[in-house]
């Protein structure tokens, strides 16, 4: 990628369709929005040709909740496995450039059995994928509730396995996981630092990343909040990816949608 690309978590508010979407990010001057397929991934032909039209914007896709690789019948894996197909196929259709997931949850089992069944799930994807000719970046994210699956470390691992394989790395959820660390431009830099140790530039030059306030709890994630409510630093954050020379797109998921994206624009363009 050329730059890093600021993109609203769906469309703007009081943005009806996508239309009128890209003309919102327009003025605003924002670079594209994460098409959100949470309930499913399905699209009329008009929504279709909207998102067609979007001239330079970029968009990537997330993939429906509803998705579980580690499910324990044999018929809701497949479910599970067909729900990422499908937000990698819409990708192809409408040109995304990178898609993303919440891909499971451990159910009580041991991180090391999880992580080979994410592997053996993944093959699966990986190889259907490649049948299909979609070359679509495919980004598990790392996840901000502990009974899911999704650390940093585990999904950089899973990533390592597969070329068209690299994480999304919500930063927020990373936050709300480990109880309020992973806050300060230290820690933003070990984050980065680490998936470049791991997966060479490529994954710094093609980065995919969700950010926003967000209230958690011992559990994790709660909710997400605006920036200004919450105990989130992007500042340290923008100037991490600023150090590190980050490529790519960063979605903002605050409930103020493009508002806290323009705040994190205007912050980056200002260092
Ligand atoms: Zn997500």
């Avoid at 499910?71 to 993303?100: C, H, M, N, P």
């Avoid at 070990?190 to 969700?210: C, M, P, R, S, T």
Wanted: glycine share 6%; with cysteine.
């Amino acid at each position: 990628m050329d730059k890093l690309h600021f993109l609203t978590a769906g469309i703007p508010t009081n943005a009806k369709d996508y239309t009128n979407a890209f003309l919102k990010l327009d003025e605003m001057n924002l670079d594209g929005l994460e098409v959100e397929f949470v309930h499913g991934v399905r699209y009329s032909d008009k929504t279709r040709e909207a998102i067609l039209a979007r001239n330079n914007k970029l968009i990537t896709h997330h993939g429906p909740y509803y998705i579980n690789l580690n499910a324990q019948e044999e018929d809701k894996i497949q479910a599970s496995i067909k729900r990422v197909l499908d937000t990698a196929r819409a990708a192809d259709d409408l040109g995304a450039y990178s898609i993303t997931y919440h891909a499971a949850f451990y159910l009580g089992q041991d991180e090391k059995t999880l992580m080979k069944t994410m592997i053996e799930r993944h093959k699966t994807i990986i190889e259907t994928l490649e049948e299909e000719n979609i070359k679509v970046w495919i980004r598990p994210e790392t996840t901000g509730k502990k009974s899911q699956w999704g650390t940093l470390e585990e999904i950089v691992e899973l990533s390592k396995q597969f070329e068209q394989i690299l994480p999304c790395i919500d930063f927020a959820h990373i936050h709300a996981r480990e109880n309020g660390k992973f806050n300060t431009y230290d820690e933003f830099c070990y984050i980065l630092d680490y998936v470049a140790k791991n997966l060479g530039e490529i994954a710094l030059n093609n980065f995919h990343g969700h950010v926003a306030g967000i209230n958690y709890g011992e559990k994790g994630e709660k909710n997400h909040l605006i920036f200004e409510e919450s105990d989130f630093n992007y500042q340290d954050l923008l100037k991490a990816f600023k150090k590190f020379d980050i490529k790519g797109a960063i979605v903002c998921e605050s409930p103020n949608i493009e508002i806290d994206t323009k705040i994190l624009k205007d912050y980056y363009l200002s260092l």
